[in-house]
């Protein structure tokens, strides 16, 4: 109740609003917040995940993306195979939902179809894989990790710098010193960051 | 800490309250604003409000004669003020009396007294002004007025009177407010839905659940807003049944509730609620499914 309080004061201390019919119908963001328990994976659960793998394919796009942010939250392997689908979804927000919901789960077996999204025609989603591939740590998306570092798009670089920083493998070496070069400001920091990283965890 | 999605909402709700441009003209002083409210026509006390309102408490001199304007209904675009202040975005115009309601609201706590006594003037539109204005001062002083308000025989008055103690947030309004969920109007029994859920008193549970089954669609919505709001334990059954209602918002604010309340009874029925033939319904089940899990 404490959000949802403070957010029922705030509104109405702004006293922009008179004759405040707030009806509060909130949907679920990208960047879905931690979760508070731990205990999702059992009992009712099972059903839970499938209705929401079915809902992945409904007609409506703010449903699929709902379902996979929800998925998300529930942090089951089972919904994997069906998250992986929809990051070929038709919508842009749909597979950066769904790659957000995978990089919440944390399954590796999602690996092949993360770096496939590092192709993706949206830059959002190509930066959003990014991130997930370098939380999963798997070493077979450093390679497309690094050709990454050649996008038109300065944050999508500064991502997946960042993720081979968390990986940690001694390829990506060569690479980031090149983007220690980059024209961005922030490219070249995360490069010097990254660079910092490699070096240090080398064993 | 406020929530990502609390956040969302906030600045949706916000944002439209806050567009437009400022009007061209010189800075007047109080005297002369003063004199201006009793202009011929409406838009130059409109005007005159709005300048008056951003001198703050250096409006002061000019108290009773903006107390005097608060019967004025007389329509005037929003964009005469430089932000619509007033309204929420659907609403197209204001009244200069309702700009003199921001004006006394932004002297502060030396308005009161006049806000108390216009409470009780002759014209209703008077009165809900000045209704609306108590219950964005932020004056404990003011929940005894706005609570025989309530009672006002126009309906207007007493959802403005109900939106304020909802705004006051003061617990001494949660039963009055409880007994104006029967009232005879259906957007003063929304009100008073809203007023109960923003105040999040668990008294009010019993009587938002009875306002479930309201005649109107728009008054069982916001009860189901409220009862989530309130957090109500005991609400999760009579919600779960509101994810069958006819109406499609109140089954979409339904389900946003159950995810609120987070009673693990709610899954299976919001799984069914999965296949309801609105998109939104089905975006919101989703979404609770989520929260209910995590």
Known sequence: MSPLTVFVRTLLKSSAICLGIAIAVIHPSVESGRSRRATAQQSPAQAAIDGLVIALEDSDAGVRRSAAAALGELRSPRAVPGLIAATRDEQPGVRLQAIAALGEIGDATAVPALTAALKDADARVRGRAAVVLGGIGDKSAVDALIGLLADKEAEVKRRALLALAEIGDGRAVTAATAALKDPDADVRRAAVLALAELSGGEQ | ?294
Request: aromatic content about 4%.
């Open chain 2, 1 to 294: 800490m406020v929530s990502r999605p609390v956040a969302i909402v906030l600045l949706l709700s916000v944002i439209p309250a806050w567009r437009g441009g400022r009007p061209v003209q010189l800075p007047r002083d109080v005297a002369e604003l003063t004199a201006a409210l009793r202009a011929s026509e409406p838009v130059a006390r409109a005007r005159a409000a709005c300048e008056l309102r951003e001198l703050g408490d250096r409006a002061v001199p000019a108290i009773e004669s903006l107390a005097a304007l608060l019967a004025d209904g007389a329509p005037v675009e929003t964009t005469v003020c430089e932000r619509r202040w007033w309204r929420g975005p659907s609403e197209q115009q204001t009244s200069p009396g309702e700009l003199a309601a921001g004006a006394l609201v932004a002297i502060g706590t030396r308005a009161y007294g006049s806000l108390e006594s216009a409470l009780g003037a002759d014209a209703w539109i008077a009165r809900r002004n000045a209704a609306w204005a108590l219950g964005a001062l932020d004056d404990n002083r003011a929940v005894r007025p706005l609570i025989s308000a309530l009672g006002d025989r126009e309906p207007p008055v007493r959802a403005q009177a109900a939106w304020a103690l909802g705004a006051l947030d003061r617990r001494e309004g949660v039963e009055p407010l409880i007994g104006l969920l029967k009232d005879e109007h259906a957007d003063v029994r929304r009100q008073a839905a809203w007023a109960l859920g923003a105040v999040g008193d668990a008294r009010a549970g019993s009587g938002l659940i009875e306002a479930l089954r309201d005649p109107e669609a728009r008054v069982r919505s916001q009860a189901a807003w409220a009862l989530g709001a309130v957090d109500h334990r005991a609400a999760a059954a009579p919600l779960i049944n509101a994810l069958k209602d006819v109406d499609a918002h109140v089954r979409r604010q339904a389900a946003w509730s159950l995810g609120v309340v987070g009673d693990p009874r709610a899954v299976e029925p919001l799984l069914a609620a999965l296949k309801d033939r609105d998109a939104g319904v089905r975006r919101q089940a989703a979404w609770a499914i989520g929260v209910i899990g995590r």
